[in-house]
């Protein structure tokens, strides 16, 4: 049964969705931006200490993909009915009982039992995609600046995480700090999201936005002069799936979207191995991913403006064109400042979160946005699981990195293309004139 609907007595202070937004925030930072960012501080004592190699290391980013990816059209379908509350409890859960579970790993098939299966499933029942969809459902005006603070999650679990990650596994070990962060949690996480997690505003009592029901307006007394009325939310279309899916918009800006993603989780896991290997010093390495996560943190805020104002595909052709300048940057790193100058630029582009919760939106309306983003999983299975592997497959034969980077240059020329031939929907003739006629 979907959330209980309510009839508040008054209209609250704050909106209720900004609540929401926190929530969103907290979860993505303790979930997704722990295993983007910390987890490359585990990524090479883990491995050395258990005898694995990096492809196999990095295979356990596959089976979260194919796990996330073939439970997406379901949760999707499950949030867009019943709500989000008891599917990110129960991911809170045994995303805190994973995680503290590591402390026991000894091989790779308990690696991947524990970190990729369970873990995996906590991620696709409280993650990003769920908590993104929530927000944007609670939103329509302020729904590019509510997306853009949704999306600051990420880069804060690489402030914050990463750091107290190389902290803990330097003063105690791999194991007692996965054993802390599971701690971390669910006391944070687990009785907030509870209480304030709901599907739309709607049920309970609510408009987006907070926006008030309008009154009934006068007319003007003065002749030819239409009555002032209030701004109201701009009206949105709600393609279902099954038509969101006949559209090129869909293809293309999921195609775009997960070039991206390609790329990303690739350099973000092996981007510390990869600046050890050249010889500079994990701190400097720590010192690159905040610097490189503060940038993101502070730019989300730039791309939700941008977003709210110029059509969305040009925000992210744009952000995919300072990515081929940090991935220059990258393969031709020598020198202190030159890996700050990769971190900061890295850094300006990181909005693939809110452009993908934002297009969608956009693009296809309110109603069924967790269904559609559930369909195009596959395509992030191959993209988010597919691309680290093949850059620790790439390693493991050739001893480096030279050969993946230039990979992800043309990849991400490509998804520059995509995101600019990605134009919004449009219906047919025949069903324009249909809907017209009902109305």
Request: hydrophobic share 50%; aromatic share 10%; glycine share 10%.
């Amino acid at each position: 049964m979907a959330d209980t609907v309510e009839t508040p007595s008054r209209h609250p202070r704050i909106f209720h969705g900004w609540y929401i937004v926190g929530i969103a925030v907290t979860s993505s930072m303790l979930l997704s931006g722990f295993q983007t960012y910390a987890f490359g501080f585990f990524f090479k004592p883990m491995s050395e200490e258990l005898e694995i190699g990096r492809g196999a290391t990095s295979a356990v980013l596959l089976i979260r993909a194919v796990i996330m990816g073939a439970l997406a059209l379901p949760i999707g379908m499950a949030v867009d009915r019943y709500g989000p509350k008891a599917l990110m409890a129960l991911g809170i859960i045994i995303a805190s009982m994973s995680t503290i579970g590591m402390a026991w790993v000894g091989s790779l098939l308990s690696f991947y039992l524990v970190f990729g299966v369970l873990r995996s499933l906590a991620l696709a029942f409280a993650g990003g995609e769920v908590t993104s969809t929530v927000v944007a459902k609670w939103f329509v005006r302020h729904r590019a600046l509510a997306l853009a603070i949704t999306s600051t999650g990420i880069p804060l679990g690489g402030i914050l995480m990463a750091p107290l990650a190389a902290l803990l596994i330097s003063q105690f070990d791999w194991r007692s700090a996965f054993v802390i962060f599971g701690v971390i949690t669910i006391v944070v996480l687990l009785v907030p999201s509870w209480l304030v997690m709901r599907r739309m505003p709607e049920d309970i009592g609510l408009r987006p936005d907070g926006e008030r029901p309008r009154p009934p307006q006068p007319e003007s007394d003065a002749p030819g002069q239409p009555a002032a009325t209030p701004r109201a939310n701009p009206v949105e279309r709600d393609w279902t799936m099954a038509e969101a899916v006949r559209t090129p918009s869909l293809w293309l800006i999921t195609l775009s979207l997960n070039l991206t993603i390609f790329m990303t989780t690739s350099i973000t896991l092996h981007q510390v191995p990869y600046l050890t290997d050249k010889g500079f010093s994990a701190g400097l390495a720590a010192v690159a991913i905040i610097l490189l996560t503060t940038v993101a943190l502070l730019v989300k805020f730039f791309w939700g403006w941008m977003a709210a104002r110029i059509p969305i595909r040009y925000c992210i052709a744009m952000s995919q064109t300072l990515d081929v300048a940090a991935l220059v940057l990258l393969l031709t790193v020598s020198t202190t400042w030159s890996v700050i100058a990769y971190a900061f630029v890295f850094g300006l582009g990181r909005s693939e979160g809110l452009f993908g919760s934002h297009a969608y939106a956009v693009y296809f309306g309110r109603r069924f946005l967790g269904s559609t983003r559930g369909i195009v999983a596959p395509i992030r299975i191959a993209a988010s699981g597919g691309g680290p592997v093949i850059t620790g497959i790439f390693f493991d034969i050739t001893g480096d990195y030279n050969t993946i980077i230039p990979i992800f240059i043309g990849v991400t020329v490509l998804a520059v293309g995509c995101s600019l031939l990605a134009k919004p929907p449009k219906l047919s003739a025949a069903k324009a004139a249909a809907e017209a006629g009902e109305r």
